[in-house]
């Protein structure tokens, strides 16, 4: 089993900043890519921002709300991803949720955090 534990979540005013991280442990697995969701109540999630490695290259890319003022990164060797969120506005109020597509074994599966909430508010 591999869990992944977000943090970094909370209150921030308009145009500030936040980042979140999100750590995977377990045995014997290989991350294939990361990324990071986002859910407000009544709507579905979203995908913000994605990150593959591919040999020594990262590839990355955002949802456009969120393109130039979000940075998504890893570390592989920690099997951590991080999101670092500039600008924040208060459409960016929501639940912030990590996702890794994990091979283990022969068995391919995407696994969740447990969600971190971020708010923009003054």
């Known amino acids: 089993q591999v869990q992944l534990v977000e943090s970094g979540g909370g209150l921030v005013q308009p145009g500030g900043s936040l980042r979140l991280s999100c750590a995977a442990s377990g045995s014997e697995f290989t991350i294939l890519s990361m990324g990071w969701y986002r859910q407000v109540p009544g709507k579905q999630r979203e995908l913000v921002a994605a990150?593959?490695?591919?040999?020594?290259?990262?590839?990355?890319d955002y949802v456009p709300s969120v393109r130039g003022r979000f940075t998504i990164s890893r570390d592989n060797a920690e099997n951590t991803v991080y999101l670092l969120m500039n600008s924040l506005k208060p459409e960016d109020t929501a639940v912030y949720y990590c996702?890794?597509?994990?091979?283990?074994?022969?068995?391919?599966?995407?696994?969740w955090g447990q969600g971190t909430q971020v708010t923009v508010s003054s």
């Open positions: 990150i593959q490695t591919v040999g020594v290259t990262n590839y990355v």
């Open positions: 996702n890794a597509d994990v091979q283990k074994g022969l068995l391919r599966r995407p696994y």
